[in-house]
Nanobody, 124 residues
Framework: QVQLVESGGGLVQAGDSLRLSCAAS????????MAWFRQAPGKEREFVAA???????HYADSVKGRFTISRDRAKITVSLQMDTVVPEDTAVYYC??????????????????WGQGTQVTVSS
């Protein structure tokens, strides 16, 4: 069993940077691919970024070049560095762990464990 806890959300202005963290308890994240999803009010949950056990990364087109996902060497935490944020980045951000096949890495149903979410609000 893996428990995930996100932190680092808050209110920022457009163009600012923010760093989200996801800490695991109950197990390390060594055996899981990790991802960040987000959900804005009135919208479906959407894929943001993923980092595989091999450390290869994948990004949604909307955040590519602005966001960076990483994991620490001990595979206990996963981070999402958010640079040059825009109001459209406003959402609740969720950390997730799973073992999706490559073609399904953007599919939220492929992830077993989820955090409770952290709110990110970007003002214009």
């Amino acid at each position: 069993q893996v428990q995930l806890v996100e932190s680092g959300g808050g209110l920022v202005q457009a163009g600012d940077s923010l760093r989200l963290s996801c800490a695991a308890s109950g197990s390390t994240l060594r055996d899981y691919d990790m991802a960040w999803f987000r959900q804005a009010p009135g919208k479906e949950r959407e894929f943001v970024a993923a980092i595989r056990r091999t450390s290869t990364t994948h990004y949604a087109d909307s955040v590519k070049g602005r966001f960076t996902i990483s994991r620490d060497r001990a595979k206990i935490t996963v981070s999402l560095q958010m640079d040059t944020v825009v109001p459209e980045d406003t959402a609740v951000y969720y950390c997730a762990a799973g073992r999706p096949i490559l073609s399904a890495i953007r599919d939220s149903q492929m992830y077993y464990y989820w955090g409770q979410g952290t709110q990110v609000t970007v003002s214009s």
